[in-house]
């Protein structure tokens, strides 16, 4: 004890007890920035770099070859379809997840949460397994000439699957936190169920939806493995964008194949761009408390 | 405590029934019936014919490879995403906040193109993959590039699982240890990285998880060679290629089991963290 007594003025003052040697720092931070260089921003930089490897006119003309128009307007329709789907549902499953107590509630958040735990490959799987011609309904499909596997519908399925819990997961703890006084004062001052909703809730919960249907759409336009499995790769009918950047790359059109991936992070910068500034602007109406 | 009597608690709140409604119909038909078709095919087969699928030489290398990566990626992830999470948290520099939003490109960049661009930079003929060339050391096309995928595709679940709660440890702890005498390293390794521990823990499991069915983000850098580098989300597809509809449930069976055992023991060594620590 006599020799702490003893040691601890000698310490400068300016040099924070509960802080790292300017040495230290500065080594960790260096550190940091090279392992984000490494695995993060040097793989994003080169997307861009081989881009344009062969000039502007050469990337021009792969964004306006009629396979790539093709495969942007199937993600689009892909992601109109799934992501109003897994809105609407993800925050009806909120609404009574956060607003009510019933028995199971727990199972069934864990249960809304199972796509992420699963491989996409698998969840592209268990369509097969349901209507690929030796699947369950495969007869019945084919007696029917419905066309699900190989064809839109189960690439739309495949994607609504790995986007499922996005929209959900966002809400329930943000509704969870926000607690139900504001519906209840509503109802109570006779306002209808709808009114309740459109006047109290959306407002409270906006930008955490938004939060959710932003990451929800980033992945539904980016989903590979699933939709690998369903697509059946018939270019110009099923291929989405990320299965047009494998087609390419797998022709040898290594130029191509980054001018699409250009694309998709483009949108991923853009997706980054809108979630980080909500965030900082809006933490608090977010389910997440994150320091920024 | 106060347990519902009836199936739901009640509640002036409207809408319980049509809201619980939709959000059944909707796992239901997405999630619950596909995956029950899994089951349905895998039961089909038995336990015996899973186990003698799953004893292929090639399945089996397949499984081992990716679960041990798997495991090596999220250990290396423990360090690398502690130094990331503690220079984001801890320290204030030009450019943190973009740095920070940064860690989350993994989780918005779609994995095909995170495959392809890892693949040109770690090629023999890429920015890193050429200077580690001139040593004899080659990434991609090996299961060291699987490797440096899945730690790529893990790294933001390990910094975000961690990156909270190293910022509410309260400073004055880390001050009472300097004060009784503690050098900085002790106190890092006593008093600040043990309330991280379920932390980590967590970070671990999730990249762990995310790993072992990642696909997108591999294929491309792996190579693909049967035995050597062909992890097991590949062989489904190759399986399903080859109209082995069996193989490929047995496959996407034993993964689904192997997964589920994984996050179950993990889950025992969370509890087991917390109650040593005594923290959540």
């Known amino acids: 004890m006599a020799d702490i007594a003893t040691r601890a003025p000698t310490q400068s003052r300016d040099r924070d007890a509960t802080a790292e040697s300017p040495a230290i720092r500065a080594a960790m931070i260096g550190a940091a920035v090279a392992i984000l260089s490494l695995f993060l921003f040097l793989p994003l930089a080169t997307v861009f770099i081989e881009a344009f490897g062969k000039g502007i006119d050469a990337y021009l003309a792969t964004l306006s070859d009629s396979n790539t128009l093709s495969a942007i307007r199937l993600t689009l329709l892909v992601a109109a379809i799934c992501v109003p789907v897994n809105t609407v549902c993800g925050a009806a499953a909120a609404w009574a997840i956060a607003r009510f107590d019933f028995v199971g509630k727990s199972l069934l958040t864990t249960l809304i949460d199972l796509p992420f ?106 989903e590979f493995g699933a939709v690998a499995v369903v697509s059946g790769h018939i270019r110009g009918f099923t291929n989405t964008l990320p299965l047009h950047v494998d087609a390419l790359y797998n022709d040898y059109d290594m130029t191509g194949a980054f001018a699409v991936a250009s694309i998709l992070a483009l949108l991923a910068l853009l997706t980054l761009g809108v979630k980080t500034l909500l965030e900082w602007r809006f933490a608090g109406e977010l389910a997440l408390r994150r320091r920024h | 405590m106060n347990a519902p009597a009836t199936f739901v ?51 089996a290398a397949a499984l081992r490879l990716s679960f041990g990566l798997s495991l090596l990626a999220a250990a290396l992830n423990v360090i690398l995403g502690g130094i990331v999470a503690w220079v984001l948290t801890r320290y204030e520099f030009p450019g943190r906040r973009l740095l920070d939003a940064a860690v989350d490109l993994p989780f918005a960049l779609p994995t095909a193109v995170a495959g392809i661009a890892l693949t040109a930079v770690y090629a023999r003929n890429g920015w890193i993959g050429g200077f580690f060339d001139r040593f004899g050391v080659k990434i991609a096309f090996t299961p060291l590039g699987i490797f440096i995928a899945l730690v790529f595709i893990g790294l933001p679940f390990m910094v975000r699982s961690v990156e909270p709660v190293l910022a509410e440890i309260d400073p004055e702890i880390e001050e009472a240890s300097a004060t009784l005498g503690a050098s900085r390293l002790t106190t890092i390794f006593r008093v600040v990285l043990p309330p991280l521990t379920t932390a980590f823990v967590t970070g671990f499991a999730l990249s762990l998880a995310r790993a072992v069915g990642e696909y997108g983000s591999v294929v491309f850098i792996s190579g693909n060679i049967p035995f050597v580098s062909e992890i097991a989300p590949l062989l489904i597809f190759v399986r399903l290629a080859e109209y082995d509809t069996a193989g490929a449930t047995a496959v996407a069976t034993i993964m689904l089991a192997l997964s589920f055992a994984m996050l179950l023991l993990i889950n025992l060594a969370q509890s087991w963290a917390r109650r040593r620590t005594g923290n959540g």
């Open chain 1, 117 to 222: 735990s699963v491989s996409p490959v698998i969840a592209g799987l268990v369509y097969v397994l349901l209507f690929g011609a030796r699947g369950l309904f495969g007869p019945f499909l084919q007696a029917h000439d419905i066309e699900i596997i190989f064809a839109v519908p189960g690439i739309v399925l495949a994607t609504t699957f790995v986007t499922f819990p996005f929209v959900a997961r966002e809400l329930i703890p943000l509704m969870q936190q926000q607690g139900s006084y504001d519906e209840q004062a509503a109802l109570t001052l006779g306002a209808s169920p709808f009114r309740m909703f459109w006047t109290v809730t959306l407002p409270n919960i906006k930008w955490g939806l938004l939060y959710g249907v932003l990451l929800c759409n980033a992945r539904a336009m980016g």
């Open chain 2, 9 to 59: 608690r009640p509640s002036p709140l409207p809408g319980f029934g049509p809201a619980l409604g939709a959000t059944l119909l909707w796992l239901g038909l997405l999630v619950l019936i596909p995956l029950a078709a899994l089951v349905w095919r895998a039961s089909g087969l038995g336990l015996s014919g899973i186990l003698a699928i799953a004893s292929q030489p090639r399945v």
